[in-house]
Protein backbone atom coordinates (compact mmCIF):
# COMPACT_ATOMS: atom_id res chain seq x y z
CA UNK A 1 0.00 0.00 0.00
CA UNK A 2 1.49 3.40 -0.70
CA UNK A 3 1.06 6.30 1.94
CA UNK A 4 -0.63 8.89 0.86
CA UNK A 5 -0.18 12.47 3.09
CA UNK A 6 -3.17 14.06 4.37
CA UNK A 7 -5.30 16.15 2.52
CA UNK A 8 -4.56 19.80 3.35
CA UNK A 9 -7.07 21.71 5.38
CA UNK A 10 -9.12 24.18 3.42
CA UNK A 11 -10.21 27.47 4.71
CA UNK A 12 -13.45 27.65 6.97
CA UNK A 13 -16.48 28.68 5.22
CA UNK A 14 -18.12 30.60 3.29
CA UNK A 15 -21.19 28.15 4.98
CA UNK A 16 -20.96 29.13 8.09
CA UNK A 17 -22.50 32.40 8.49
CA UNK A 18 -25.60 31.25 6.71
CA UNK A 19 -25.85 27.65 7.86
CA UNK A 20 -24.60 28.04 11.74
CA UNK A 21 -26.04 30.67 12.81
CA UNK A 22 -30.00 29.97 14.27
CA UNK A 23 -32.35 32.43 16.00
CA UNK A 24 -31.84 33.64 19.17
CA UNK A 25 -28.11 32.10 19.25
CA UNK A 26 -26.98 34.89 21.28
CA UNK A 27 -29.98 34.76 23.99
CA UNK A 28 -28.17 31.91 26.45
CA UNK A 29 -29.96 33.55 29.64
CA UNK A 30 -33.58 32.85 30.47
CA UNK A 31 -35.73 35.77 29.23
CA UNK A 32 -36.04 38.42 32.23
CA UNK A 33 -33.43 36.27 34.34
CA UNK A 34 -32.29 38.92 36.88
CA UNK A 35 -28.46 37.98 36.67
CA UNK A 36 -28.20 38.55 32.65
CA UNK A 37 -25.00 39.72 31.78
CA UNK A 38 -23.93 41.21 28.01
CA UNK A 39 -20.58 39.97 26.52
CA UNK A 40 -20.21 41.84 23.08
CA UNK A 41 -17.22 43.09 20.94
CA UNK A 42 -15.71 42.95 17.44
CA UNK A 43 -13.96 40.46 15.46
CA UNK A 44 -10.77 42.45 13.84
CA UNK A 45 -8.33 41.36 11.39
CA UNK A 46 -4.57 41.87 11.23
CA UNK A 47 -5.17 45.25 10.30
CA UNK A 48 -7.74 46.13 12.87
CA UNK A 49 -10.60 46.11 10.40
CA UNK A 50 -13.88 44.88 11.55
CA UNK A 51 -14.70 40.69 9.90
CA UNK A 52 -18.21 41.23 9.08
CA UNK A 53 -18.58 37.61 8.34
CA UNK A 54 -17.17 35.60 11.36
CA UNK A 55 -19.01 33.18 13.73
CA UNK A 56 -18.43 33.39 17.20
CA UNK A 57 -19.20 30.24 19.74
CA UNK A 58 -19.49 30.40 23.39
CA UNK A 59 -20.18 27.40 26.16
CA UNK A 60 -19.77 27.65 29.85
CA UNK A 61 -21.20 26.24 32.67
CA UNK A 62 -24.57 27.44 34.70
CA UNK A 63 -23.94 29.72 37.26
CA UNK A 64 -24.62 26.45 39.90
CA UNK A 65 -21.03 24.94 38.32
CA UNK A 66 -23.05 21.79 36.21
CA UNK A 67 -21.84 21.32 32.77
CA UNK A 68 -24.19 19.13 31.11
CA UNK A 69 -26.79 22.37 29.86
CA UNK A 70 -30.06 21.62 29.58
CA UNK A 71 -31.02 19.71 25.64
CA UNK A 72 -33.99 20.55 23.54
CA UNK A 73 -33.98 24.27 24.39
CA UNK A 74 -33.31 24.82 20.20
CA UNK A 75 -37.36 24.33 19.29
CA UNK A 76 -38.05 23.39 15.71
CA UNK A 77 -40.96 24.49 13.55
CA UNK A 78 -43.13 21.14 13.56
CA UNK A 79 -43.93 21.49 9.52
CA UNK A 80 -40.35 22.68 8.22
CA UNK A 81 -38.05 21.12 10.66
CA UNK A 82 -36.37 24.50 10.74
CA UNK A 83 -34.64 25.92 14.00
CA UNK A 84 -37.06 28.03 15.28
CA UNK A 85 -34.44 29.44 18.39
CA UNK A 86 -34.36 28.76 21.72
CA UNK A 87 -37.40 28.11 24.00
CA UNK A 88 -36.41 31.35 26.31
CA UNK A 89 -37.04 29.27 29.79
CA UNK A 90 -33.89 26.75 29.49
CA UNK A 91 -30.54 27.92 30.39
CA UNK A 92 -27.88 25.81 27.60
CA UNK A 93 -24.46 27.17 28.50
CA UNK A 94 -23.75 27.38 24.68
CA UNK A 95 -24.22 30.11 22.02
CA UNK A 96 -23.35 30.93 18.96
CA UNK A 97 -24.03 34.43 16.99
CA UNK A 98 -22.97 36.00 13.83
CA UNK A 99 -20.55 39.41 13.49
CA UNK A 100 -22.68 41.80 11.75
CA UNK A 101 -21.35 44.40 9.23
CA UNK A 102 -19.41 46.30 11.26
CA UNK A 103 -17.64 42.84 13.05
CA UNK A 104 -19.87 43.30 16.41
CA UNK A 105 -21.41 40.18 18.55
CA UNK A 106 -22.77 39.85 21.35
CA UNK A 107 -24.44 37.15 23.77
CA UNK A 108 -26.48 37.33 26.90
CA UNK A 109 -26.13 35.18 29.43
CA UNK A 110 -25.55 34.28 32.88
CA UNK A 111 -22.06 34.27 34.81
CA UNK A 112 -20.17 30.96 35.02
CA UNK A 113 -20.08 29.24 38.34
CA UNK A 114 -16.87 27.12 39.05
CA UNK A 115 -14.65 29.18 36.86
CA UNK A 116 -13.86 33.00 36.34
CA UNK A 117 -14.35 32.77 32.23
CA UNK A 118 -16.72 32.05 28.63
CA UNK A 119 -14.96 29.57 26.41
CA UNK A 120 -14.89 30.70 22.99
CA UNK A 121 -14.41 29.84 19.60
CA UNK A 122 -13.92 32.03 15.95
CA UNK A 123 -14.92 30.54 13.11
CA UNK A 124 -13.88 32.95 10.12
CA UNK A 125 -12.80 33.93 6.52
CA UNK A 126 -8.98 32.77 5.92
CA UNK A 127 -9.08 30.79 8.71
CA UNK A 128 -7.56 26.74 8.49
CA UNK A 129 -9.45 26.11 11.43
CA UNK A 130 -11.54 27.44 14.45
CA UNK A 131 -9.63 29.17 16.90
CA UNK A 132 -10.03 28.95 20.99
CA UNK A 133 -9.76 31.58 23.34
CA UNK A 134 -11.38 32.36 26.67
CA UNK A 135 -13.28 35.44 27.85
CA UNK A 136 -12.41 36.15 31.34
CA UNK A 137 -14.77 38.06 33.60
CA UNK A 138 -12.95 40.53 35.75
CA UNK A 139 -15.27 41.12 38.24
CA UNK A 140 -15.50 36.63 39.15
CA UNK A 141 -11.46 37.44 38.91
CA UNK A 142 -11.67 40.08 41.77
CA UNK A 143 -14.32 38.31 43.70
CA UNK A 144 -12.21 35.21 42.89
CA UNK A 145 -13.89 31.68 42.48
CA UNK A 146 -11.18 29.60 44.69
CA UNK A 147 -9.60 28.31 41.59
CA UNK A 148 -6.45 28.87 40.70
CA UNK A 149 -5.66 29.87 36.78
CA UNK A 150 -3.23 28.57 35.73
CA UNK A 151 -3.54 29.35 32.15
CA UNK A 152 -3.47 33.19 32.88
CA UNK A 153 -0.71 33.10 35.64
CA UNK A 154 1.72 31.63 32.69
CA UNK A 155 0.96 34.88 30.78
CA UNK A 156 2.85 37.95 31.37
CA UNK A 157 0.68 40.76 31.67
CA UNK A 158 0.21 42.67 27.35
CA UNK A 159 -0.82 39.14 26.70
CA UNK A 160 -2.67 38.40 29.62
CA UNK A 161 -5.28 41.58 29.14
CA UNK A 162 -6.41 40.10 26.14
CA UNK A 163 -8.54 37.72 27.14
CA UNK A 164 -9.92 39.70 30.47
CA UNK A 165 -13.02 41.75 29.32
CA UNK A 166 -13.97 45.45 30.61
CA UNK A 167 -16.88 46.55 32.18
CA UNK A 168 -18.83 48.89 30.04
CA UNK A 169 -21.50 48.89 32.21
CA UNK A 170 -22.80 46.98 35.58
CA UNK A 171 -23.68 44.16 33.48
CA UNK A 172 -22.40 44.19 30.68
CA UNK A 173 -18.59 43.25 29.18
CA UNK A 174 -16.43 43.94 25.98
CA UNK A 175 -14.20 41.67 24.65
CA UNK A 176 -12.81 42.37 21.60
CA UNK A 177 -11.18 39.52 19.53
CA UNK A 178 -7.74 40.26 17.21
CA UNK A 179 -6.60 37.50 15.26
CA UNK A 180 -3.22 38.91 14.26
CA UNK A 181 -0.54 41.61 15.23
CA UNK A 182 -0.37 44.32 17.73
CA UNK A 183 -3.11 43.14 20.67
CA UNK A 184 -3.55 39.76 19.43
CA UNK A 185 -5.54 37.64 21.51
CA UNK A 186 -4.16 35.00 22.97
CA UNK A 187 -5.57 31.63 21.10
CA UNK A 188 -4.84 27.87 22.62
CA UNK A 189 -4.09 25.27 21.16
CA UNK A 190 -5.88 21.39 21.72
CA UNK A 191 -4.16 18.55 20.96
Request: aromatic residues 8%.
Amino acid sequence: MTYRPPTPSQTVGPFYGYALPFTGGGDIAPAGHPDTVTVHGVVRDGTGAPVPDAVVETWQPAPDGSRTGRPGSLRRDAATGRVIGRNGVDFTGFGRVPTDADGHWAVRTLPPGGVPYLCVALFARGLLHHLHTRVYLPDLLERGTGIADPLLESLEPERRATLIATHTDPRTYRFDIRLQGDGETVFLEFS
